[in-house]
């Protein structure tokens, strides 16, 4: 990324789509950035955050992130946000309105969609706010596109007063691939002139509103249909031909390497009567979208006869094998031979780092297994449900866990509460949208505690510093949000309100069983830094003394990966009966000293590593 902040303009350089992004908003001259971690979007901000010029943060979720950046636009400026497909769900209300207001300085949306669910909890298709907005969606098919589109998209943001959705997938965010750079436009100067009628969004202002955005989808469909944006790459087997858009052209390339392809690089909306005359050239159409069927759709209604979801699957990404095993046959041609199944491996699921501080929340409440119901949220710790704890009910969405535990608490009877209900997030997640659901506890009585853990980062997306840890997006010093006192001022009480060190099991494990065992909201706030941070301080290994380990298999169940297991034997009871022994081995080059495993081992068998110690005694 060095490399692209100091390239002059001519330069050819190997970006990321997520980079590519970024540069070409610091050459369209964004003056502010905004987003919240997300893969496959979570770079876009982090490389913007680094160009001289701007002003790029990490807001606490995507709507703030989305209404700095309309705050922006309205003063004159040029604003990109950028988001994960989910994240545009959260952000949808001021956007929603911000269509109809249109915009002044450009704004440009960038949505990552996670085709093939990569890093997500559903498959969605972005395209769909495009004509839920009514509002122009691009659509980059690598990483030359990608940069280059963001900056026709703030051209055509301000040329139409409209925002503009970018629409990438993790195809296109995450492969390199070369890209030449240009020069940074100067940037607007911010001006924010009062227009009550546009900017303040009552019913009487919106109504006025509605004829002009049917005026501009007027425009927009015009332009389309002229745009150089779409292309149509001539083959010379016009038997079949294509509609696309994004990374697909490349695999139908690929795949098909004599047919015409109409690539959309200004997917909406549609130009319907340049793809009629598309048709007109081939044999037959054949849409290939990811993943929902609108384009298909769209041209079905126009009365173009196409083939596209009836042959091609509605998931997934459209990569070649998956292209030539559905169209081939539309060819005369025999479908390519399945591809070979994978060599079985050895299974590595995944699982938590080691001294990972969720790994003592996860092993408590695993030892509690029947005595609570646990809804659980997004972030590292969603790995919780996996093995060896089994510690997670339920996962929808960033700061569900907080609703889900009060709705399951409130659909039982009295009689019935024979299970505690617990909620389980992480800092930045609380922070997203965690803190609106446990004044809703607090409000209504809920009878849950809350086990807010405190790794001190955004760690599923790779560590972005957020406003609980102290630091701003480049690591400077930042006001910090006390935890302890901010869930009091919500509404718990100060006296249930409990700070943990989740390294000290025997603490966490007595403070969790007396929580859930008294009735009313409870926090339980577990503070140890994640192990990939530079707060987080690392210590001599243990290691296992196998004269002493009897075989109880107790560290094992932390389900820290630092400890295997070395050997596993049968042993007779003095009453006859046999059990299994599971012995311990540490791997001492990624033990980190955290003690966890030291708190559960009766026989005193796990000791720290001491290098210089074994030398003397050699």
């Not at 098919?141 to 026709?152: G, R, T, W």
């Not at 060190?501 to 969790?512: E, F, K, N, W």
Request: charged share 20%.
């Amino acid at each position: 990324m060095t490399a692209a902040l100091n390239a002059p303009a001519g330069t050819s350089l190997l970006l990321s789509g997520n980079e590519a992004i970024a540069r070409g908003a610091w050459e369209a001259g964004v003056k502010v950035a905004t987003s919240y971690p997300g893969t496959p979007a979570t770079e876009i901000l982090e490389a913007i955050g680094l160009y001289p010029g701007l002003h790029a943060q990490f807001s606490v979720n995507e709507k703030v992130a989305m209404e700095v950046a309309i705050g922006a636009a309205m003063s004159g400026v040029r604003a990109l946000c950028s988001m994960k497909h989910v994240g545009m769900n959260v952000a949808a209300d001021a956007f929603m309105t911000y269509t109809l207001t249109g915009t002044k300085g450009g704004l440009v949306i960038v949505v990552a969609d996670d085709v093939g669910l990569s890093s997500s909890q559903n498959e969605q298709d972005s395209r769909y706010w495009g004509r839920f907005g009514h509002m122009p969606v691009l659509e980059p098919a690598d990483s030359q596109e990608a940069l280059a589109m963001v900056k026709e998209a703030f051209e055509i943001s301000e040329r139409f007063l409209t925002p503009v959705i970018l629409r990438a997938t993790t195809r296109v965010c995450h492969v390199k691939a070369m890209a030449t750079v240009g020069e940074r436009q100067a940037p607007a100067k911010a001006e924010f002139v009062p227009e009550p009628q546009r900017w303040v969004m009552v019913p009487g202002n919106a109504k006025n509103r509605l004829p002009l955005m049917a005026a501009r989808d007027k425009d927009l469909r015009a332009f389309a249909e002229e745009t150089a944006l779409t292309v149509v790459d001539e083959g010379n087997d016009r038997r079949i031909g294509f509609v696309t858009s994004g990374p697909v052209a490349m695999s139908l390339r690929e795949t098909f390497p004599e047919a015409p392809i109409l690539k959309l690089g200004f997917s909406h909306p549609l130009p319907v009567e340049r793809i009629k005359a598309f048709a007109a050239t081939v044999g037959a159409l054949v849409v290939a979208e990811e993943t929902e069927p609108l384009i298909e759709n769209e041209l079905k209604a126009a009365g173009v006869p196409v083939r596209g979801k009836d042959i091609l699957p509605l998931f997934g990404e459209l990569l070649p094998h998956v292209l030539a095993a559905a169209v081939r046959p539309l060819l005369g041609l025999p479908a390519p031979a399945a591809p070979a199944a994978p060599a079985k491996l050895f299974p590595r699921p995944p699982t938590l780092c080691p001294a990972c501080p969720h790994l003592a929340v996860y092993h408590t409440l695993a030892r509690l297994r029947k005595k609570v119901l646990i809804a659980g949220d997004i972030g590292c710790y969603t790995l919780g449900a996996g093995h060896p704890w089994g510690a997670l009910d339920t996962c929808v969405s960033m700061g569900a866990s907080m609703g889900v535990a009060l709705g399951m608490d409130k659909a039982r009877d009295a009689e019935d509460r024979d299970k505690a209900v617990l909620a389980v997030i992480g800092d930045s997640t609380f922070l997203h949208m965690g803190m609106q659901g446990l004044m809703d506890i607090t409000y209504t009585g809920g009878n849950v505690t809350v086990l807010l853990m405190d790794n001190s980062t955004t760690g599923m997306t790779g560590g972005q510093n957020h406003p609980a840890n102290g630091r701003d997006l480049l690591g400077n010093p930042a006001p910090k949000v006390d935890f302890a006192k901010l869930v009091t001022a919500l509404g718990v009480p100060p006296e249930r309100v409990h700070t943990v060190d989740p390294y000290q099991l025997p603490v966490l494990d007595r403070t969790l069983r007396q929580e859930i065992a008294t009735p009313g909201p409870s926090v339980i706030i577990t503070n140890r830094p994640c192990t990939l941070i530079d707060a987080f301080e690392r210590h001599k290994p243990f290691h296992t003394d196998e004269d002493a380990c009897t075989g109880c298999g107790k560290c094992i169940d932390i389900g820290c990966p630092a400890i295997s297991v070395s050997r596993r034997e049968t042993a007779v009871r003095k009453n006859g009966k046999e059990v299994e022994l599971t012995f311990a081995r540490i791997d001492t080059a990624i033990c980190t000293g955290c003690g966890m495993c030291v708190n559960v081992c009766a026989s005193e068998a796990i000791v720290r590593d001491e290098p210089a110690a074994k030398e003397e005694a050699r």
